[in-house]
């Protein structure tokens, strides 16, 4: 007897022949289920992911520092970058975009002109976490309308690749340290939702509410038209 999860990849396979990437992306809306980098590559999304997509509460896969150099991993920066840019962010992890891959991209200013401030992280580890602590508001592209104090330690030291394939160490304090901190969260499956006060998340709830209606309401009505 098939296990489930054969007869939902037989499923699966039929689905993407018949009907091809309207019916696959109905499938993820509901699912979760991650992409690959070449159908990420083939249609690039247009919007970041959003709560409470499955695929926001996943630990992400390391990629392999052979293809850190390779060209579509520069293409799937250019395009998120292009995305954090668009919704006016400051920093944007691969699962928001669909990818369960270990990758997120910062420029701490938001500025689309300000190339040089621009910074992408392959495969990051924090592993150093200062005492000092600090408490600031935040918001989450994935979780449009939530905000939040968050209370991060105020200093990080970590490492990452680069897209040239090198390794460097990094120590960041202030907003490029909560930053990072917010977006090496997404890589763990983690949202500000889960780190605020018992105050701050009876407040969000209505809004955690009407996400999950959209989304909800939006799968139906995928549903109904595949």
Known sequence: ???????????????????????NEWWSSITGASMTVAEFLATPPTSVVLYPNEILRRTCKPILLEDTV???IRRVVDVMFDLMYQHKGCGLAAPQVGLDIS??????????DRKDKEKVFINPSIFH???????EVEGCLSLPGCTAVIDRPRKIMGKATHLDGTEEKFCYEGLMSRICQHEYNHLQGTLIIDMM???DAKRVRP???RLETIA??????????A
Do not use: C, H
């Open 103 to 112: 990758l997120f991209v910062v420029n701490p200013t938001g500025d689309r």
């Open 70 to 72: 390779k060209d579509e």
């Open 129 to 135: 976490y200062g005492p000092r602590t600090t408490s």
């Open 1 to 23: 007897m098939p296990s489930n999860e054969s007869i939902v990849a037989t499923i699966m396979e039929w689905v993407q022949d018949r009907n091809g990437r309207l019916v």
């Open 216 to 225: 909800r309401t939006r799968s139906a009505n995928d549903r109904a038209s």
């Open 197 to 199: 006060s018992m105050v």
């Open 207 to 209: 809004v955690l509410d």
